[in-house]
């Protein structure tokens, strides 16, 4: 059974950072891509970047140049550097390993709330 559990979101002002944490139960995220999604209200839950297993990411355009992914395969943990935020990043994000676009392999963490407002 593989569980996630996120952590670090909070509320932000436009321009700031803030680090979010997914602990994962299972030793996945050494095996497998592992990524970040978020849900915006009202929007369909999107990828926003994945990290391969040879270390190599991807990046949605709206987040590039401003997110960086990250893994620690001991922790079995993975990381999200969010800086510059922008209002449009609110969402509530949550990570698992990426089957499409839309759609985590396990079922989702509760996920941690990113708020960016003045």
């Known amino acids: 059974q593989v569980h996630f559990v996120e952590s670090g979101g909070g509320l932000v002002q436009p321009g700031g950072s803030l680090r979010l944490s997914c602990a994962v139960s299972?030793?996945?995220?050494?095996?497998?891509?592992m990524g970040w999604y978020r849900q915006a209200p009202g929007k369909q839950r999107e990828l926003v970047t994945a990290i391969r297993i040879n270390g190599s990411a991807h990046y949605a355009d709206s987040v590039k140049g401003r997110f960086i992914i990250s893994r620690d395969n001991a922790k079995n943990t993975i990381y999200l550097q969010m800086d510059t935020l922008k209002p449009e990043d609110t969402a509530v994000y949550y990570c698992?390993?990426?089957?499409?676009?839309?759609?985590?392999?396990?079922?989702w963490g509760q996920g941690t709330l990113v708020t960016v407002s003045s």
């Open positions: 698992n390993a990426p089957l499409t676009k839309n759609y985590g392999m396990y079922d």
């Open positions: 299972g030793s996945i995220v050494s095996n497998y891509p």
